[in-house]
Structure formats: structure tokens, C-alpha cells
């Protein structure tokens, strides 16, 4: 699923609270008859630790998400990423084409309840 920039960390803080956990993300430009992913802008927590509570992991996976997420929205300029990455992308805004209308920013969850049990 994707979201708008000013959408993102309202929809992170939701999944914490459900609890869900970010598995991470990308960002995407979205056009019709055609998806540009920006693979290598992504946001993606580290997998769940040995014997991590669920709700802990949901917590630090939107911790390390929000993180990833406002270093990237601080330091890099995606929209020169994405003209300079794709094509379409750079014939759409020489054309006066406003790109950022299009960009999204795709979040992954994970709703897998797995238990850890003790070795005796």
C-alpha cells in the first residue's frame, strides 16, 4: 500500500497501534500504465530479533521505519532520483508534468503473530 509524504507518519503510528509490524518500504511513482520503483530509497527495519516480544517488535519496526523515512525525506532529492532513474519520468516533467503528485511512498506490514517458545 502507499501513501502521501504528509500521510506517512500518521499511517505508521496507526499500525503501531493496532499492533502491526513495518516489515519497510519504497518509494514508487505511480502513473497510469506505469509504476517506477525507487527500490534503493527505502525505509526497511531489521527483522525480529530471537525471543522479542510482538509488541516490542511493532514498536521498534516503526521506530527504525519513522527514522529511515525522515533521513531520506531530509537528504535526498527523490524527484531528481527518479528523473535521473527513469525515462518516462523525465519526459513527464520536462512536459510540465508537477511528478511529485505522483510519487508514493509504500509501506509493507506484517500481522504474523508467531510466539517464540522456550528451549528447555
Do not use: H
Not at 16 to 30: C, E, F, N, S
Amino acid at each position: 500500500m502507499g501513501w502521501r509524504q504528509n500521510d506517512f507518519i500518521e499511517v505508521i503510528e496507526a499500525a503501531r497501534k493496532i499492533p502491526l509490524a513495518i516489515v519497510g518500504g519504497q518509494v514508487q511513482y505511480v502513473f497510469p500504465g506505469a509504476t517506477c520503483e525507487l527500490y534503493w530509497l527505502s525505509y526497511d527495519p531489521k527483522g525480529r530479533k530471537p525471543e522479542e516480544e510482538w509488541v516490542a517488535f511493532c514498536n521498534r519496526t516503526a521506530d527504525e521505519c519513522l527514522e529511515k523515512f525522515k533521513t531520506l525525506i531530509e537528504t535526498v532529492d527523490i524527484d531528481k532520483n527518479a528523473i535521473d532513474s527513469f525515462e518516462i519520468i523525465k519526459e513527464k516533467k520536462e512536459s510540465g508534468v508537477n511528478i511529485s503528485d505522483f510519487r508514493l511512498f509504500i509501506i509493507y506490514f506484517d500481522d504474523t503473530i508467531i510466539p517464540f517458545t522456550k528451549k528447555n
